[in-house]
């Protein structure tokens, strides 16, 4: 089954992402211009339902573009939390 | 006189955009779904709110705000202090590995009068002693032992039956009391055992030298007499027996109980747990499937597996929650050690959901001839016939040279989840572990694809069950809230 | 009430012409003469004056009347016939008043060390003042060596102790010092001490038995500052506590029981357990309704009775997580009875009083009974308990 997402709003790294969480059920291969995204999916197993896998992956891609978008703005402050969390250890010597 | 300002006057948090905390989510059931910090607190909120936050259109008057404020998921011109705070609860999590190896397991011989099905290690009981641990190799081991530098060691001793070699344990309880004269530390010991041997002289012992006692107890005697048989297909009155002579000797809570699971536990969830009530044990571990006995290569196999063995758990756990509200205090140990994960600051020690793992870090084994692993499973693939995880031998190397060594080292960081595909963004992570032993046994590779991992697959739906049960009934969260801060 | 100022009081011409002093009392006809030279002495009968004493002190007028004395002498009101063997006062006959700093036998001894605070809260029973009070580190400093070294516990509180800066760790160093045998108890409100420097200074005087009580008012920021009436307050008190406990001060967190915190006590009670489980106590307070608190009754009264689910929910958290907690400034019978082994006799007695509504009740020796400040605002369910043992 081949879907399109649109290069606009869609990026591969949410796609690759969505592909990865459902490789119990799917192996998707990527084709990319600027215009889209072309996804190629199929199914590991004859018993899979690739239409409902298809919508899984769909709302995967959505989910992980926001799990991006959170992580890219957040990555500061993780970096300055664990940077504190490390600095008071006491186990590297001054 | 003083002017006093009202509530809002204080109230900056509506003036400008909050800044996101980092976070992680997932779906917990339908539109349903669970938000998760970098310290383990997490809020369950439906998607329209979680999308709201995430786009910055989350109200600093909605309920939803407030919670996610005082739960450190967001800072606003009001507060920044939750920065410390993550950093200080981040370190609390972690704080625990610069104790580095704290259990320390003597394999001391691999005789054993049972044959259970599912064991991999060991040998007849022929008394013949090719197979026992011997003085000198506990003597090596012990060095090892003492150079950990954890302020709390535990010796347990393994087997085959441990007390079979009986000689041998009393040497090592010997001198490692003697060692940590000056070493100090608070020092412990485990002898896990079947019971079926257990003499007054090993009582009298034990008792002496204040050593706990664990053993094997699977269920109801028909079950417990199929997974474990023995000459006179005893095994289970000999377990009871020994349990009750153990603790009238020993205290009460000096003997504990564990349950293997097999295939033939996995309808009997109910008939275990009652087992164990009547034994007025305290609680029970309802301890996942070993892939470590079978040749499971096939995804689907494990899959079906682990459907299996989720329903076998959330029987058992749903049981045992009923049998709280009516007033038994029954802990489940699996989930007590998650729930501390998630509901308090500190940290568990089981090896299994420790990320980095807990290879080498929590635990080590000195097997009879002086190999040295990086955990039980571990030694039970050397069994199968793979050395992966064998670090060396205590007669050939020193300390640094077995803790150094690539063979515990790349395993380790390999496997770290808050790198690896699948954890690292995974809202579940600060719950779970990394397991590089299951995942090189059973997909050939250190951190395994996780869709196709049965320990994340498995621990994924206790993690949403525990969750979903919490949310669903306060009383159900009061017992939880209970069992993390007990264990 | 017991009275620990006197004003307006009589001092005799040799008083007036020696001048205002700090001193310890005495009760002992064998008092060693050394001693006596830097001592009050307190006529008890007028048969029974010792000679020799720097002062001498009477509550009953005729005995000093009789004992025709040329040494200093005073004369107080009949209520402070409570002063007795190693007390110590100040005299100052210049303004005519005497203020009593320590006394032996009780074991609520406060040292107020300012009056000036940063913060402003809703419900503060000392209001702060914008004054050059610093004489009274100077006082406390003098009367500290003379203070019964057997004594338990004293207390620092203010306004904010803080505020002293450098003088605030002089005079904990001094307690250290002066007193190696008893506890510091000392309130604050902790935002000085994110200025880590401060935190590490107090460390550094390595005393014996101190502990920090620090106020939190709500899990949330906005709902603290609202309490304190200080933006920014929360932060700077949280960040505080971390500085302290980082330097290894043992620290007890104090909740003021009333609308604002009961609201939310059970969610700052599993804040505290998740983010501050280092704390060594935590105090629930009861409101003593005196100073701002009665300008502020409508934002802050709560009836006890009306949060009872609310503290049993907190303590339950807190107990759970390992913290200690206990309950101050309630009467028994307004908790739930499965509370009440958390209740402490908390209120200094020389403001506790009982009403006349616990006549027969059979744990008043245990209950902590009211603030005599709060005058007569209390529960609406006093009621004497009669069942359980005293």
Same mark, same amino acid.
């Given at each position: 089954m081949y879907i399109e997402l649109p290069a606009t709003g869609f990026s591969l790294e949410a796609a690759k992402r969505a592909a990865y969480?459902?490789?119990?059920?799917?192996?998707?291969?990527?084709?990319?211009?600027?215009?889209?995204?072309?996804?190629?999916?199929?199914?590991?197993?004859?018993?899979?339902?690739?239409?409902?896998?298809?919508?899984?992956?769909r709302r995967g891609v959505l989910d992980h573009e926001l799990r991006l978008s959170i992580e890219r703005q957040t990555e500061p402050l993780r970096t300055a939390i664990l940077a504190l969390a490390f600095s008071n250890t006491g186990l590297q010597r001054e | 006189m003083s002017r006093f300002r009202e509530a809002e006057h204080f109230d900056s948090s509506g003036d400008g955009p909050y800044t996101m905390l980092p976070w992680r989510f997932t779906n917990l059931r339908d539109d349903q779904y669970v938000v998760t910090n970098m310290a383990g607190e997490y809020l369950s909120l439906p998607r329209e709110k979680l999308e709201s936050f995430a786009t910055g259109k989350l109200a600093a008057d909605e309920a939803t705000y407030a919670e996610l404020k005082a739960r450190h998921f967001l800072i606003d011109d009001d507060t920044n202090v939750a920065i410390d705070l993550l950093a200080l609860k981040t370190r609390t999590k972690l704080a625990p590995l610069a104790d580095f190896t704290g259990l320390h397991i003597f394999v001391a011989t691999l005789r054993c009068e049972h044959s259970c099905p599912y064991c991999q290690v060991s040998r007849a009981n022929d008394n013949r002693t090719e197979f026992d641990m011997s003085e000198a190799t506990a003597t090596k081991s012990l060095d090892l032992v003492f150079q950990s530098p954890s302020p709390a060691i535990k010796i347990e001793f393994q087997g085959g039956e441990p007390l079979l070699n009986f000689s041998l344990i009393k040497f090592v309880v010997g001198e490692a009391k003697k060692r940590n004269e000056a070493a100090r530390r608070d020092l412990a010991f485990v002898i896990a055992t079947n019971l079926a041997v257990l003499t007054d002289e090993h009582l009298e012992f034990a008792r002496e030298h204040d050593i706990l006692i664990s053993t094997s107890l699977d269920g109801p005697a028909d079950l417990h007499n199929r997974n474990r048989p023995r000459p006179g297909r005893d095994s289970h009155q000999r377990a009871i027996d020994g349990i009750k002579r153990a603790r009238s000797a020993l205290g009460f809570h000096h003997v504990g109980a564990l349950m293997t699971t097999t295939a033939a536990s996995l309808a009997r969830a109910k008939d275990i747990?009652?087992?164990?009530?009547?034994?007025?044990?305290?609680?029970?571990?309802?301890?996942?499937?070993?892939?470590?006995?079978?040749?499971?290569?096939?995804?689907?196999?494990?899959?079906?597996?682990?459907?299996?063995?989720?329903?076998?758990?959330?029987?058992?756990?749903?049981y045992i929650i009923d049998l709280n509200l009516g007033g038994l205090d029954?802990?489940?140990?699996?989930?007590?050690?998650?729930?501390?994960?998630?509901?308090?600051?500190?940290?568990?020690?089981?090896?299994?959901?420790?990320?980095?793992?807990?290879?080498?870090?929590?635990?080590?084994?000195? +097997?009879?001839?002086?190999?040295?692993?990086?955990?039980? $499973?571990?030694?039970?693939?050397?069994?199968?016939?793979? $050395?992966?995880?064998?670090?060396? +031998?205590?007669?050939?190397?020193?300390?640094?040279?077995?803790?150094?060594?690539?063979?515990?080292?790349?395993?380790?960081?390999k496997s770290f989840a808050a790198s690896v595909p699948g954890c690292s963004w995974c809202a579940f992570e600060p719950y779970c572990g990394s397991d590089p032993v299951f995942h090189h046994a059973t997909q050939g590779d250190f951190v395994g694809k996780k869709p196709l991992s049965a320990f994340c697959t498995r621990n994924m739906a206790v993690f949403r069950g525990l969750i979903e049960r919490m949310e669903a009934d306060e009383k159900v969260r009061a017992i939880f809230e209970r069992w993390a801060n007990l264990i | 009430m017991i009275p620990l100022r006197a004003r307006s009081i009589a001092f005799n011409d040799a008083a007036i012409a020696t001048g205002g002093r700090i001193m310890r009392l005495s009760t002992n006809l064998e008092r060693p003469a050394p001693l006596r030279r830097s001592e009050g002495f307190v006529i008890v009968d007028a048969e029974n004056i010792a000679p020799g004493f720097a002062w001498y002190i009477s509550c009953a007028g005729e005995a000093l009347k009789g004992a025709a004395l040329d040494a200093p002498s005073v004369e107080l009101p009949a209520e402070f016939g409570y002063l007795g063997d190693g007390d110590v006062i100040s005299v100052e006959p210049k303004s005519g008043t005497v203020r009593v700093l320590f006394r032996r036998v009780s074991a609520y001894n406060h040292f107020l060390l300012t009056e000036r605070c940063n913060n402003n809260c809703l419900m503060c029973s000392q209001p702060p003042r914008a004054v050059q009070d610093g004489w009274i580190v100077d006082e406390i400093l003098e009367a500290l060596p003379l203070i019964d070294r057997s004594a338990r516990e004293i207390g620092f509180t203010g306004g904010e102790p803080t505020l002293l800066g450098e003088r605030f760790i002089e005079l904990v160093r001094a307690t250290e010092s002066y007193l190696p045998n008893t506890s510091l108890h000392v309130l604050s409100n902790g935002r000085n001490f994110a200025n880590d420097r401060l935190a590490a200074s107090v460390a550094a005087v390595r005393h014996h038995d101190l502990m920090l009580g620090i106020p939190l008012y709500s899990d949330l920021a906005h709902l603290h500052d609202y309490v304190v009436q200080a933006?920014?307050?929360?932060?700077?008190?949280?960040?505080?506590?971390?500085?302290?406990?980082?330097?290894?001060?043992?620290?007890?967190?104090? !909740?003021?029981?009333?609308?604002?915190?009961?609201?939310?006590?059970?969610?700052?009670?599993?804040?505290?357990?998740?983010?501050?489980?280092? =704390?060594?106590?935590?105090? /629930?307070?009861?409101?003593?309704?005196?100073?701002? !608190?009665?300008?502020?009754?409508?934002?802050?009264?709560?009836?006890?009775?009306?949060?009872?689910?609310?503290?049993? =929910?907190?303590?339950?958290?807190?107990?759970? =997580?390992?913290?200690?907690?206990?309950?101050?400034?309630?009467? /028994?019978?307004? /908790?739930?009875?499965?509370?009440?082994?958390?209740a402490r006799r908390s209120i200094s007695d020389w403001k506790q009083e009982y009403l006349p509504a616990c006549d027969g009740c059979s744990v008043r020796a245990k209950c902590a009974g009211f603030f005599a400040t709060s005058g007569m605002k209390h529960s609406r369910a006093i009621t004497p308990i009669f069942s359980e043992a005293a």
């Open positions: 969480d459902l490789m119990a059920q799917i192996d998707v291969s990527f084709s990319v211009n600027e215009k889209s995204i072309g996804c190629e999916l199929s199914a590991v197993r004859p018993d899979v339902d690739l239409i409902s896998a298809e919508r899984d992956f | 747990i009652d087992e164990y009530v009547h034994m007025d044990f305290g609680g029970i571990f309802l301890r996942p499937l070993s892939p470590y006995g079978f040749a499971i290569k096939t995804k689907f196999y494990q899959s079906y597996d682990q459907r299996r063995w989720l329903d076998f758990y959330f029987e058992g756990l749903d029954f802990i489940e140990h699996y989930a007590a050690m998650v729930l501390k994960k998630m509901l308090t600051p500190s940290q568990t020690s089981y090896v299994d959901l420790m990320s980095p793992a807990g290879i080498g870090i929590g635990a080590l084994v000195y +097997n009879y001839n002086g190999t040295v692993y990086v955990s039980d $499973e571990s030694r039970m693939l050397a069994e199968m016939g793979d $050395e992966t995880f064998a670090l060396g +031998n205590v007669h050939d190397h020193g300390f640094a040279e077995l803790m150094l060594s690539e063979k515990l080292l790349e395993p380790l960081e | 933006d920014g307050a929360f932060d700077e008190t949280v960040r505080g506590i971390l500085n302290l406990k980082r330097h290894g001060v043992r620290i007890e967190i104090r !909740a003021v029981l009333q609308r604002p915190t009961t609201e939310r006590l059970p969610q700052l009670a599993r804040f505290i357990a998740r983010n501050l489980l280092f =704390a060594d106590h935590v105090a /629930l307070m009861g409101l003593e309704v005196t100073g701002f !608190a009665k300008a502020n009754l409508n934002r802050i009264w709560i009836d006890p009775v009306d949060y009872g689910s609310e503290l049993r =929910a907190a303590v339950k958290i807190l107990m759970q =997580a390992g913290i200690k907690t206990s309950i101050y400034n309630s009467q /028994l019978c307004v /908790l739930p009875e499965d509370l009440r082994p958390y």
